[in-house]
């Protein structure tokens, strides 16, 4: 038979229904096992990229550590103060390590970041055995760690710069093994790290953010001191409700139920506003004792910033002056979609007193008050009695260390871990163009903490 009668008789079988449905139901069937395979696929390099993102952001983290632990160790004058900062610099350089040894690019690339990393973990643990035995760091060791905190930074920031490439898909993970030599730079012969290339600067996952309060993670109490009044039924609550966001304003006062545990109970409730759209109600807290407004948060949408933070902090101040919060002093704020949230502690006799805190929210295009958080400060107000300093601030001043440039002091009373309050100076000064806060103890002269302070367009952060 000919090519030309084989191909007839296929036609001829082809046109047979019968055939005709096996064929198109083989078809689909491999079409649709096509597609399956495709989409397993895909499912398993998008699973692949989440744990690799997962391990970038953790060792971006873990940088940025490094580098604020190398910047107080380089500012403390206490051996053991030095020693717990610098342990825990090696720690957080080890597990940095850890993550990147998990990213998808050739160990000959990644050598010169782990040796670096590795460099960093020995120093710090050496150093660290050395301050434990109560000796300081010589000039030559400072001027070590005050090396690797530069390179340090370098690193931070061009990490911070290549997970923006990520974030925005310009360079996909499977392209870092073929271009990681590129991106990871080697170490020159000088030892200094050369800043990694194709890298942005929006990822920065600080530990604090110094608007909740320097000490917020401390500021807790078993009992809520500031406390004050009688206790009241729901129909009471609501009328502190009326009081503080005006009577005339209200259009109506939902209950959603109260809450019973903890050391502040509370009611709680849903206000919607005359004249404002149906979505955009208002959440309050109100205290079962005294009737305090322990948090409230107005949830709409603030569209444009026109009101300054001067102006901004202003206004907090004189909205929490009227509700009874005296002597409120702004420290540090934060703003987000034209929101400031500020923060504002209690002064008494001129000492600033951290774990008395109250938060403003404050919508920058009228100046509205939008929300406000008091937990801290109803848990922990009352009037101290500030002790008399035992030093001086002349003798305080030189427990900081010289290299720190001063430009401002006061004094503070600051919160701890073990849930006891000290009474220190408090220093600010700069150093390689990075700020600090150094707290001295007031009464025994000891270094009792040191925060770095970071200004970003958003806010001010504390590591």
């Not at 030095?82 to 610099?89: M, R």
């Not at 200094?192 to 608007?211: A, C, G, N, R, W």
Request: net charge positive; proline share 3%; hydrophobic share 35%.
């Amino acid at each position: 038979m000919g090519i030309r009668d084989k191909l007839l008789d296929l036609k001829r079988r082809l046109s047979d229904r019968r055939m005709y449905s096996v064929v198109i139901v083989l078809i689909g069937a491999v079409s649709i096992w096509g597609i399956y395979q495709f989409k397993h696929a895909a499912n398993l390099r998008q699973e692949l990229d989440n744990q690799y993102n997962r391990a970038f952001y953790d060792m971006v983290g873990y940088v940025n550590n490094v580098d604020t632990l190398l910047a107080k160790s380089m500012i403390s004058t206490t051996t053991a103060k030095t020693a717990g900062t610098l342990q825990e610099a090696w720690r957080q350089a080890d597990l940095a390590q850890t993550n990147l040894g998990q990213l998808p690019v050739s160990q000959p690339v990644l050598a010169s970041t782990s040796k670096f990393l590795t460099q960093i973990g020995d120093l710090s643990y050496s150093l660290n055995t050395q301050n434990v035995k109560g000796k300081s760091l010589s000039d030559e060791q400072y001027k070590t760690v005050e090396k690797l905190y530069k390179l340090s930074n370098s690193l931070k920031k061009s990490l911070d710069e290549l997970q923006n490439d990520l974030g925005s898909g310009r360079l996909k993970w499977g392209e870092l093994a073929s271009k990681g030599a590129s991106l990871f730079s080697k170490a020159s012969a000088n030892n200094s790290m050369k800043k990694l290339e194709s890298i942005s600067s929006t990822f920065q996952d600080y530990p604090t953010l110094i608007y909740d309060g320097p000490f917020s993670d401390h500021m807790t109490s078993s009992e809520a001191k500031g406390l004050t009044g009688k206790d009241i039924n729901a129909e009471e609550a609501k009328k502190s409700i009326k009081k503080f966001l005006g009577e005339d304003k209200i259009q109506d006062i939902t209950d959603t139920g109260k809450n019973d545990s903890g050391p502040i109970k509370s009611f709680n409730y849903t206000v919607t506003f005359k004249g404002a759209p149906k979505d955009q109600k208002a959440n309050i807290g109100v205290t079962q004792k005294g009737g305090h407004i322990m948090w409230m948060l107005y949830n709409r949408p603030v569209k444009e910033s026109k009101t300054d933070m001067n102006k901004a902090k202003q206004i907090g101040r004189d909205f929490l002056n009227s509700k009874g919060y005296k002597n409120m002093e702004d420290t540090y704020y934060l703003t987000q979609d034209n929101v400031a949230t500020i923060n504002y502690a209690y002064r008494q006799n001129g000492v600033t007193v951290y774990p008395d805190l109250v938060k403003v929210k404050v919508a920058l295009d009228n100046g509205e008050i939008v929300g406000i958080e008091s937990k801290t400060y109803l848990l922990n107000h009352t009037e101290r009695k500030i002790p008399t300093p035992k030093i001086t601030a002349e003798e305080a001043k030189k427990k900081v260390n010289t290299k720190l440039k001063l430009y401002g002091s006061g004094m503070a009373i600051i919160p701890t871990t073990y849930k006891k309050e000290l009474f220190c100076y408090e220093f600010k000064g700069k150093l390689n163009n990075s700020d600090f806060i150094v707290y001295i103890n007031a009464e025994t002269g000891e270094e009792e903490d040191i925060l770095m302070i970071v200004n970003t367009p958003n806010g001010v952060l504390t590591m």
